[in-house]
């Protein structure tokens, strides 16, 4: 039998059959299934995994670095939501003989959650603006209003990145009224045009935002992308959305500059530690509001992702293809079959 892990699964929904994610029985014969609803420090997981042949994660959750792949010895299998995983040492992975599994992005449970992260950043953008964080802690306290809150419309909302998300959050700009700029390293002005928003250079979407939303993937380009240097540009009445990636922002200098009050707040989604540290500055900040990592965590994201998780557990199961990242770890002796 083998042993099946569901790493972090923080809103214990993985083997819920009312999330409707997957029918996890189909594996009742060939494998025993545990989720685990909270993270693992990297001493906790080399202890409670040590038995585990398969590890299911969800983004990245969970860092799997060489040293834990030395200390799972049973380990054949990871599967990864998408392509890659940042915080994977696929090197590793290969020497140690663990066969890394891709999501299949042609799946049709993938069709419809492109909407989970950009909305989620429009909620956050509209709670920051109007201090909702701060006057919901009053409420509950007993208190009433005390802060007055900015209107989006006829404001400048600042899109840095323009993607699949950056595209969205243009649409949504627009139809709130708001103008619309944005930059990239390969923005061209015509792209920019065709979802109505403007482009323009890097330091005028920091000058000129009033809202400045970042939407660029995290890579070794966009790492560190947002320093003081940048935030020093902004107006001191307006705030940065952060929904991408902690990293591409120099946390110590946003700290810097929320505590300072050079800029007006922040709403942020992703950090450069996930979970946030309990002691950590962001979360005693009056001009900050929190959320931990929301974006694609919802009923319809979550279903999909655990769908084509059990699709490429099944088919290790069964010794059929598999959607492989690492198929030099089929070569390993752990994958050999016994004569």
């Known amino acids: 039998m083998l042993k099946v892990a569901l790493l972090d699964d923080y809103a214990g929904v993985a083997l819920q059959s009312a999330l409707q994610s ?19 420090s990297e001493e906790e997981a080399a202890v409670a995994l040590k038995q585990f042949d398969v ?14 792949f030395e200390r799972l010895p049973n380990l054949k299998l990871v599967t990864i939501i998408g392509m890659s995983l940042p915080n994977l040492d696929l090197d590793a992975a290969t020497e140690h003989g663990v066969i890394v599994a891709h999501s299949n992005f042609a799946n049709p449970v993938f069709a419809n959650i492109g909407s989970a992260t950009p909305e989620l950043t429009w909620g ?14 009053r409420m509950r306290k007993g208190g009433w209003q005390a802060t007055v809150g900015s209107i989006l419309a006829g404001r400048t909302l600042g899109l840095l990145g323009l993607g699949r998300i950056g595209k ?6 627009s139809a ?35 809202i400045l939303s970042i939407h660029v993937v995290l890579s070794e380009r966009t ?15 307006a705030y940065l959305i952060n929904t991408s990636r902690g990293p591409i922002v120099v946390e110590a200098d946003l700290v810097a500059a929320l505590r300072s009050g050079h800029i007006a707040g922040a709403g942020l989604d992703v950090f450069d530690v996930e979970p946030l540290p309990a002691d950590h500055p ?9 959320t931990p990592h929301l974006g694609y965590v919802t009923r319809e994201t979550l279903a999909a992702f655990y769908s084509d ?11 059929t293809p598999i959607r492989v990242v690492n198929p030099a770890a089929l070569q390993h002796p752990k994958h050999r079959k016994q004569p």
């Not at 956050?124 to 802690?137: C, D, Y």
Request: charged residues 25%.
């Open 223 to 237: 790492r560190g992308l947002v320093t003081a240097r940048e935030l020093n540009l902004m107006k001191r009445d």
């Open 55 to 68: 590890l299911c994660t969800i983004r990245e959750r969970m860092s799997l670095p060489r040293s834990l």
């Open 282 to 290: 962001f979360r005693s900040m009056d001009n900050v509001v929190l």
């Open 176 to 210: 709130f009224g708001m103008n619309v700029i944005a930059w990239s390293q390969n923005l061209t002005e015509d792209t920019a045009k065709s979802v109505g928003a403007r482009r323009v250079d890097k330091d005028e979407l920091f000058r000129t935002a009033d």
């Open 309 to 319: 998780t059990l699709d490429a557990v099944v088919a290790f199961a069964n010794g």
């Open 168 to 173: 969205r959050m243009a649409a949504y700009g």
């Open 124 to 137: 956050l953008m509209i709670a920051t603006v109007r201090h909702m964080g701060v006057e919901m802690r």
């Open 22 to 40: 997957a029918n996890w029985p189909v594996l009742r014969e060939k494998a025993e299934v545990a989720a685990f609803d909270h993270h693992l």
